[in-house]
T-cell receptor, first 111, second 111 residues
Framework: ETGVTQTPRHLVMGMTNKKSLKCEQHLGHNAMYWYKQSAKKPLELMFV???????ENNSVPSRFSPECPNSSHLFLHLHTLQPEDSALYLC??????????FGPGTRLTVL | GQNIDQPTEMTATEGAIVQINCTYQTSGFNGLFWYQQHAGEAPTFLSYNVLDGLEEKGRFSSFLSRSKGYSYLLLKELQMKDSASYLCAVRDTGGSYIPTFGRGTSLIVHP
């Protein structure tokens, strides 16, 4: 247990569906992140929030929409995804520029 | 940005020592992280190096040479549970404190 939880752990969705991924951290950190992890590729940073403010958006398509209502919760809203979006989506948190603590991820399959 | 290179896969024998290398190119170095990720689980922080030299933590050590753009993770007295992916991540001075991850090295420990 890293102190970062993610739900659901697995998700299968069609290209026309709308779903949301949830992340919660119990560590009192001020920064939260979304990463995409695909086979044979490095972790790709998607979004960063510091004190609930989005500070980075790494050219992510608009079909991915993040939301950070407070410093402990982070959502990733998904709509009209493509099969190539199938991947492991990891949430992480950190205190400023210290090491990141990752959640177990959501394994997403887009049909 | 950074160019990070690490071997894709390594195998080793239980009880042995293994060294996982990471080379990087960056315009301004500001720290290097190592993470361990077991299949289907969250990456977990192992070590952080920002100055040259060796950092030791039990069976795991991490070394950094900034002039050579080189780091290694040394695992001693290998155990079966050390079979995992090892991720090298480099941070630069370019304004964002967030590190960039390499593709990871998959280590297989066999009896």
């Amino acid at each position: 247990e890293t102190g970062v939880t993610q739900t659901p752990r697995h998700l299968v969705m069609g290209m026309t569906n709308k779903k949301s991924l949830k992340c919660e951290q119990h560590l009192g950190h001020n920064a939260m992140y979304w990463y995409k992890q695909s086979a044979k590729k490095p972790l790709e940073l998607m979004f960063v929030y510091n004190f609930k403010e989005q500070t980075e958006n790494n050219s992510v398509p608009s079909r991915f929409s993040p939301e950070c209502p407070n410093s402990s919760h982070l959502f990733l809203h998904l709509h009209t995804l493509q099969p190539e979006d199938s991947a492991l989506y990891l949430c992480a948190s950190s205190h400023r520029d210290n090491e990141q603590f990752f959640g177990p991820g959501t394994r997403l399959t887009v049909l | 940005g950074q160019n990070i290179d690490q071997p894709t896969e390594m195998t080793a024998t239980e009880g042995a020592i293994v060294q996982i290398n990471c080379t990087y190119q960056t315009s301004g170095f500001n720290g290097l992280f190592w993470y361990q990720q077991h299949a289907g689980e969250a990456p977990t922080f192992l070590s952080y190096n920002v100055l040259d030299g060796l950092e030791e933590k039990g069976r795991f050590s991490s070394f950094l040479s900034r002039s050579k753009g080189y780091s290694y993770l040394l695992l001693k007295e290998l155990q079966m549970k050390d079979s995992a992916s090892y991720l090298c991540a480099v941070r630069d001075t370019g304004g964002s404190y967030i590190p960039t991850f390499g593709r990871g090295t998959s280590l297989i420990v066999h009896p």
